[in-house]
Every structure is written in C-alpha cells, then in structure tokens.
C-alpha cells in the first residue's frame, strides 16, 4: 500500500488592494468564457508522480490594471478546492488577480488572491482610480503579538494576538487593537510614522 496525497488549503492573512496590486504579476477584469480541464503531472515526493486536474479558464479581458496587453488570456487555477482553486463561472465577471509559474510562463490564481468577483471589488477599483489620478493615501495596518521569553527548559509557547492595546501614532492620532490583535490607520498621506503601543503592567518589549 502507498500512502495517498493529501493536500490542503490554507491562505494567510490577506492584506489590502494596496498591497496585494504591488506584488501581482498581472491584475485585469473580464468575463469568463470558458472552463476546460488541464492535466498536469506533480511530483511532490521523488520518484512518484501523481496525475492532477487543473482548470483552464478563458477570458475576455475588459481593463487590464497590470501585466495584461491582450484582450484575451487563459488563467489556471486548481481543480480542488482543497488545493486553493478558484471556482470561476461562464459568463460571470472578475476581477482576476495572477501569478506568473516561472518554468511555463502561465498566469494562475486561486482562492489566497484578491480575485473575486466584478460586484464585490469596489474597494479595488477605489484603489485604482486614485492611484492613476495621483489622489491615493497611504493605509497603516498591522497586528500586535504578546512573545513569549523562556528558558533553556521552558516549552514554546506561541505568541499570541493582543486585543486592546492603545497605539498611538507619530502624529497623535490614537486607536485599540480589535479581539485579533490587528490594527488599520486609513487614509494617511505619504509619510513615515511611528507607532507607540501603550504596553500594560506587567508586561515589557519594544515601544514602537
């Protein structure tokens, strides 16, 4: 008996238009008009190959916003949900954000994108327009974490979120980490800040 491939999706945290346009090799809107199976062959293991189904997804491109000049390109994605694929529909609007697999040259995505249908994409399109009019401001996110120090002997504890913690940013302006730990200043103007978190009793680390 030889044991089956498992596979499983997990995406991390995804992060704002602003960042995932910066490191995309191609984003573009368009209809799909067709899906068609893709068999490939992966080798995660030497010696054993597996036989895999991708799909192939046709589209007609409507704006391309990076990397795209035709107006139409096939994008792949995997054929299991469990591995990450995107499950496009014919017919349906996208905005489609693609990496490029360095050895084929083809464009992929999948569901740790921003790709995502036209209807809920306005913050993307938002994004665009300021950008392409010289009207964008910057966002400030990030998440806070409590580490954990220990001794030789001590086991590993993992850090952990820290929810309402006050931060204070360079110009004054003041907000409380959510349950995550996580934290947005919107809409700053182009600038390098500082962030000071208020650290609570007991507790020492890092003031910015």
Same mark, same amino acid.
Not at 25 to 45: C, L, M, Q, W, Y
Not at 56 to 75: A, H, L, P
Not at 81 to 109: D, H, M, P
């Given at each position: *008996? ?12 995804? $992060? ?5 346009? &910066? ?50 390109? =096939? ?18 609007? @996208? ?31 938002? @994004? ?12 400030? @996110? ?8 220990? !001794?030789?002997?001590?086991?590993? !504890?993992?850090?952990?979120? *820290? ?8 110009? %004054?302006?003041?907000?409380? +980490?959510? =349950? ?7 809409? !700053?103007?182009?600038?390098?800040? +500082? ?6 009793? &007991?507790? %020492?680390? $890092?003031?910015?």
């Amino acid at each position: *008996m030889f044991p089956i491939l498992a596979k499983a999706c997990f995406c991390g945290g995804g $992060g704002p238009a602003c960042q995932d346009f &910066g490191k995309t090799f191609a984003v573009f809107s368009g209809k799909v008009e067709s899906i068609t199976d893709f068999p490939r062959e992966h080798s995660p293991i030497p010696g054993r190959k597996y036989n895999l189904v991708d799909k192939k997804v046709s589209f007609t491109v409507n704006k391309s916003f990076r990397g795209v000049s035709e107006n139409k390109i =096939e994008i792949i994605t995997s054929g299991q949900s469990s591995s990450c694929g995107y499950r496009f529909e014919i017919s349906k609007e @996208y905005l489609v954000y693609a990496s490029q697999n360095e050895e084929t040259g083809k464009l992929g995505t999948s569901i740790c994108s921003r790709t995502r249908p036209i209807e809920e994409a306005e913050e993307d399109f938002q @994004y665009f327009r300021e950008i392409s009019t010289g009207t964008y401001k910057t966002n400030i @996110y990030g998440q806070v974490f409590r580490v954990f120090t220990r !001794r030789q002997d001590d086991p590993y !504890r993992k850090p952990e979120p *820290m929810p309402n913690i006050t931060l204070t940013l360079s110009n %004054w302006e003041k907000l409380v +980490t959510n =349950e995550k730990g996580e934290y947005r200043f919107d809409k !700053r103007l182009p600038h390098e800040y +500082t962030i000071t978190p208020t650290i609570p009793n &007991g507790l %020492w680390g $890092g003031n910015k």
